[in-house]
Antibody, heavy 122, light 107 residues
Framework: QVQLAQSGAEVKKPGASVKVSCKAS????????INWVRQATGQGLEWMGW????????GYAQKFQGRVTMTRDTSISTVYMELSSLTSDDTAVYYC???????????????WGQGTLVTVSS | DIQMTQSPSSLSASVGDRVTITCRAS??????LNWYQQKPGKAPRLLIY???SLQSGVPSRFSGSGSGTDFTLTISSLQPEDFATYCC?????????FGGGTKVEIK
């Protein structure tokens, strides 16, 4: 079955960077974009950006431009999201999600990874 | 950015009740609207895509409707496993944006 498996929880100090991985299985890795979404405790979902695993092309939310980098390694069907200059406001669960798209219907996220808790604390 | 506003933010209902959740977009998004269910400590799960298309494996008691700016998610007969938070998301343009969520609690 289609699955996205994310790396484990991280604790970082303010100013540091974090790199979260998302390993895909059960489908052709290069056929679907992967998006990243985060959720602070008790808050709503916040979209961060996308990567096309085939081309490596990316698109980032304005809020994260200059601070986020999404990459992929096609040899191991894995995408990465690196966020730099961390502050306490970046404490959240980070999700990767496969993006399915049909011209008539738009796009949607399914499935999602299990989430990776990133805690930023001094 | 397109703002997505859900109402209510929470509701209490009983098993067997019909539940309706509304999502409003700040501009027309055609039918590019998705609904997700999220349980505590779990990742979101896709329920409805393109406003009214039921995702494979999702029970038929879930349905979606609407187009333009106003959308509705309906649960025809609430089941114990449906107590969760529901969230809408637009795919009309980037940045993709989500509603704030509606928490469905047990009455």
């Amino acid at each position: 079955q289609v699955q996205l498996a994310q790396s484990g929880a991280e604790v970082k100090k303010p100013g540091a960077s974090v790199k979260v991985s998302c390993k895909a299985s059960g489908y052709t890795f290069t056929s679907y974009d992967i998006n990243w979404v985060r959720q602070a405790t008790g808050q709503g979902l916040e979209w961060m950006g996308w990567i096309n695993p085939n081309s490596g092309n990316t698109g980032y939310a304005q809020k994260f431009q200059g601070r986020v980098t999404m990459t992929r390694d096609t040899s191991i069907s894995t995408v990465y999201m690196e966020l730099s200059s961390l502050t306490s406001d970046d404490t959240a669960v980070y999700y990767c999600a496969r993006c399915a798209e049909q011209r008539r219907f738009g796009s949607w996220f399914d499935p999602w990874g299990q989430g990776t808790l990133v805690t930023v604390s001094s | 950015d397109i703002q997505m506003t859900q109402s209510p933010s929470s509701l209490s209902a009983s098993v067997g009740d019909r539940v309706t959740i509304t999502c409003r977009a700040s501009q027309s998004i055609s039918s590019y609207l998705n609904w997700y269910q999220q349980k505590p400590g779990k990742a979101p799960r896709l329920l409805i895509y393109a406003a009214s298309s039921l995702q494979s494996g999702v029970p038929s008691r879930f349905s979606g409707s609407g187009s333009g700016t106003d959308f509705t998610l309906t649960i025809s007969s609430l089941q114990p496993e449906d107590f969760a938070t529901y969230c809408c998301q637009q795919s009309y343009t980037t940045p993709r944006t989500f509603g704030g969520g509606t928490k469905v609690e047990i009455k």
